[in-house]
């Protein structure tokens, strides 16, 4: 069975840092382009980053280009979001999800609360 | 970017009855090498993360009841709920992996009537 779970989200200041991860199991992940999308609560879906299988390709969203990084370890079966000089903007769940024509397998999202 | 469109941003059905969501992209999705609109469905339930119904515009994913079903192509498409159930009040969205970045309409709200 396909599972992603997301790890890392929590309260962070403004300006602040953190990494969240995205382990998956129940299929060969080093196969798969993987995406990080957000969802400000009660808000709509917005597209992040993603990476392609071995992690030479990653593409960004304008609004986190420059201050995240995605990455993978394909050896962990993890995806990682780097997310630095983070602004009360990114509060959001973000999901990782697995792409598979679209977007075919989600996590169930961990919250990132950025406030002083 | 390419904008995605959803209209009506709610909508309330009787329960039996047909559900219909439009999405309109800002430019086409269908690839003309592969015939192919790159356009997919989803649905989210409050709490939950969203669950891929529809891709290719019309193709339903494994397990999703046969009630759903999309159409369209080029930059107009829908989704349509031929009898609603009780279990189908979600959030639906509307999504373009024709480029990056892949763009979400702002989500269709489905209730009971």
Not at chain 1, 91 to 103: D, G
Request: net charge neutral; hydrophobic share 35%.
């Amino acid at each position: 069975e396909v599972e992603l779970v997301e790890s890392g989200g929590g309260l962070v200041q403004p300006g602040g840092s953190l990494r969240l991860s995205c382990a998956a199991s129940g299929f060969t992940f080093g196969t798969y382009w993987m995406h990080w999308v957000r969802q400000v609560p009660g808000k709509g879906l917005v597209w992040v980053a993603h990476v392609n299988t071995d992690g030479s390709t990653t593409t960004y969203a304008d609004p986190v280009k420059g201050r995240f990084t995605v990455s993978r370890d394909n050896a962990k079966n993890t995806l990682y979001l780097q997310m630095n000089s983070l602004r009360a903007e990114d509060t959001a769940m973000y999901y990782c999800a697995r792409e598979m024509v679209t977007f075919d397998y989600w996590g169930q999202g961990t919250l990132v609360t950025v406030s002083s | 970017d390419i904008v995605m469109t959803q209209s009506p941003d709610s909508l309330a059905v009787s329960l039996g009855e047909r559900a219909t969501i439009n999405c309109k992209s800002s430019q086409s999705v269908l690839n003309s090498s592969n015939n192919k609109n790159y356009l997919a469905w989803y649905q989210q339930k409050p709490g939950q993360p969203p669950k891929l119904l529809i891709y290719w515009a019309s193709i339903r994913e494994s397990g999703v009841p046969d009630r759903f079903s999309g159409s369209g192509s080029g930059t107009d498409f829908t989704l349509t709920i031929s009898t609603l159930q009780a279990e189908d009040v979600a959030v639906y969205y509307c999504q373009q992996y024709y480029s990056s970045p892949y763009t979400f309409g702002q989500g269709t709200k489905l209730e009971i009537k």
